[in-house]
Nanobody, 128 residues
Framework: QVQVVESGGGLVQAGGSLRLSCTTS????????MGWFRQAPGKEREGISC????????YTADSVKGRFTVSRDNAKNTLYLQMNSLKPDDTAMYYC?????????????????????WGQGTQVTVSA
């Protein structure tokens, strides 16, 4: 019943930009903490950004800080990840996930095991 769907990935040259989108259904989007994760082949899943449901606090991993910005449009049930100054090391499958409000209320950090609903991912490939 709950669906989380990412879009916006693709191939981009280093230094370029992409905006990922994540739409949800079957949950009360306004109440959920939403996060972005990424995983490259052979590597651990990395939490990169998060926005909570009860405050304006966001979390951004050091690896993308200053380049990636998370935002949400509650009226459209949509989460965004604006990615600027992309690097080849940003190449990965990017996942959107939702955390129930009784688990995570504000994003001072991000942990995959706190997110219940996951999308199937969208591939981002950054060429040198």
């Amino acid at each position: 019943q709950v669906q989380v769907v990412e879009s916006g990935g693709g191939l981009v040259q280093a230094g370029g930009s992409l905006r990922l989108s994540c739409t949800t259904s079957g949950l009360s989007f306004d109440d959920y903490t939403m996060g972005w994760f990424r995983q490259a082949p052979g590597k651990e899943r990395e939490g990169i950004s998060c926005t909570g449901w009860r405050s304006g606090i966001t979390y951004t991993a050091d690896s993308v800080k200053g380049r990636f910005t998370v935002s949400r449009d509650n009226a459209k049930n949509t989460l965004y990840l604006q990615m600027n100054s992309l690097k080849p090391d940003d190449t990965a499958m990017y996942y959107c996930a939702a955390s129930p409000p009784w688990v995570v209320g504000a994003c001072y950090r991000i942990a995959a095991d706190e997110f219940r609903y996951w999308g199937q991912g969208t591939q981002v490939t950054v060429s040198a």
